[in-house]
């Protein structure tokens, strides 16, 4: 093994499954704090990890429509699971956080900006399709006009770690929304784990010059072309068996001109507005504010939290909700999640991790709610053009 | 973003539901810049936020005019204040009437309820710069006469003779001579030139609705034709998701919409 090697950028590196651990060693040497999943509450979650033993080694799961269930496997891959409920989502746009403090003082108010620094974490674990959601919302909170200031600074604090899929579950879709299962852009670093009876190894794969100095001095050889073939070839056969798939061609101008097709009742009737989709989501990027005052009355602090487009109040204006009923609100989430993400932020807001489909309570599956629409399709002409007097 | 202070200049009641209330700015002498049709959100302390649209004159920016139909907690509490009070304010934001594009044509204002006040400044900045524009017109609705906001101006505006006024109310009663009726039936006798015209509107949706039906069998077209839309809006920046309209974000790409942008949505349930 070269002791020394000159890595760079763009490298396709073999690291030992036996090494794996120096990985988080040298993550924890830079000051990251290294977040990646474990098993926690009868499902893998994503939080800070002390080192390797945290790993989720020798698990897996079944997922379905509203089914998910742990399982021990037989091997001892580290990542042989498929996504949990939560994405690192939480990690750079909170759940819920402070955005400033009021304090009155007789007639006069002074606002305060809470003085808290992002930690620099890592993400090890990160899913093709959960990067594809970062990379979606840093378009929606730093591209715009206006900026979210929080959201930029822990994304510039972030290091990405991704694990390619080499299984797929049953309700992904990634192929279909060409966010998966191989991550090929927006990473640091990106590994895929290959487990033979005999030899557990990662392909290395080196995304910018901040995954680069992680790797440096790794005891890391150059993939051979075998290497290589075996880890496309694991990717390949987890897209070959996508548990789900959706037609994206003009996706877009198909549900924007169904937005009256009389099948949105039959959602209506089976969703709950519970909110479980938007909550599991990687890109749902709604929030609402909260303020609340102390009990002398003089400190006030206004809370931003994730919120829903399910909720009565998401939508409300004096008088009413916009959209009362279940219908519209579903209908609202998917119409923007597949198609008025694209007029917003010139891309899709589904990545196909099937969240939205094994957390759903009843078990309404967006790729079937897409199919269905596109099965009784209002062709342009049947469009009705009644304001056009 | 967070909120700068002000302070309450005067809290005036305009009729049983609706107050107009005037702000200075605490650490600024000038005041704020802002369009026609812009909105800001106010903070007040303890109670929270809400979006107003600006009501003043967009030509003089020294003191800040909001006109608040009192509907939930934040338009009570605004109510309440007295003079020397704080409000924080977020603001301006949001599209502006197309006072511009107006320029050398005709310009007809359909107001309907408090939906007179964000169509105030695009008025006031029209008569401040009246050598520009063909005839002005400003058509407003409301529920009965009790209910006509800016009682005092619109007398004052129906006596000049380069703007005509039409005042209709839902329901009259025995003061009232006027108009009866929803406002979009003084339309097809408002005197503009339909070709030549920028029509700006903004009422509740069913008032613009028929508006916009009316305008249209005048002969407007569809991009001359402004609507000013509400939705839920929390952040007022395009980050938080609540107003969304279609794929517009009314904060944002609105609230002043050419209405051909959106006539898609427009007349579509629950959107």
Known sequence: MDENPAFKVGDQLILQGSDFSELIVRLKAAAYRVVGPMVRDGCIVFDEISGVEDLPAGFGDNQDAATYRLRQCDDMALFGYNNGPQSVKRFLYTPQREIWKARRNRKTVSIHLPDTEPVKTAFLGVRPCDLNAVLIQDRVFTRGEYLDDDYNKRRENSLIIVVNCTEAGKTCFCSSMNTGPRATAGFDLALTEILHADHHYFLLEVGSDRGLSIVAGMPCDHASDQQLRTAAESVTRAADNMGRSIDASGLKELLIRNIDNVYWDSVGHRCLTCANCTMVCPTCFCSTVEDTTDLTGNTAHRIRRWDSCFTMDFSYIHGGSVRPSAKARYRQWIIHKLASWHEQFGTSGCVGCGRCITWCPVGIDITEEARAIRQRDIRPAEVSETMEV | ?271
């Not at chain 2, 973003?1 to 005067?10: A, E, H, L, N, Y």
């Not at chain 2, 301006?92 to 204002?109: H, I, M, R, Y």
């Not at chain 2, 380069?162 to 109310?169: A, I, P, R």
């Open chain 2, 1 to 271: 973003m967070t909120p700068v202070p002000f302070m309450v200049k005067k809290v005036q009641r305009d009729t049983a539901d609706t107050f107009t209330i005037v702000l200075t700015d605490v650490e600024r002498v000038t005041g704020m810049t802002f369009a026609p049709g812009q909105f800001n959100m106010l903070y007040v302390f303890g109670a929270g936020e809400i979006p107003v649209s600006i009501s003043g004159d967009p030509t003089s920016t020294k003191k800040l005019i909001h006109t608040v139909r009192v509907v939930g907690t934040v338009s009570r509490a605004l109510r309440r204040l007295r003079v020397g009070d704080f409000v924080g304010v977020r603001g301006p934001f949001g599209t502006a009437w197309p006072v511009q594009k107006g320029e050398s044509n005709d310009v007809v204002l359909v107001a309907g309820g408090i939906g007179l006040a964000p169509i105030r400044p695009a008025l006031y900045y029209l008569l401040a710069n009246r050598k520009k524009y063909g005839k002005i017109t400003l058509l407003y609705g409301a529920r009965t006469p009790s209910d006509i906001l800016y009682r005092t101006e619109l007398e004052q505006w129906r006596a000049r003779f380069d703007l005509e006024v039409e005042v209709t109310v839902d329901h009259g009663d025995d003061t009232w001579w006027g108009n009866v009726g929803v406002v979009p039936t003084l339309i097809p006798r408002a005197p503009f030139d339909p070709l030549n015209t920028i029509a700006m509107t903004c009422g509740p949706e069913v008032m613009m609705r028929f508006t916009v039906m009316a305008l249209r069998k005048r002969g407007v077209n569809t991009d001359d034709i402004y609507v000013s839309m509400e939705r839920n809006m929390k952040c007022a920046i395009g980050l938080c998701g609540h107003c969304q309209f279609g794929g517009k974000f009314v904060c944002k790409d609105g609230p002043v919409f050419r209405y051909d942008t959106v006539a898609h949505l427009f007349n579509k349930r629950e959107v």
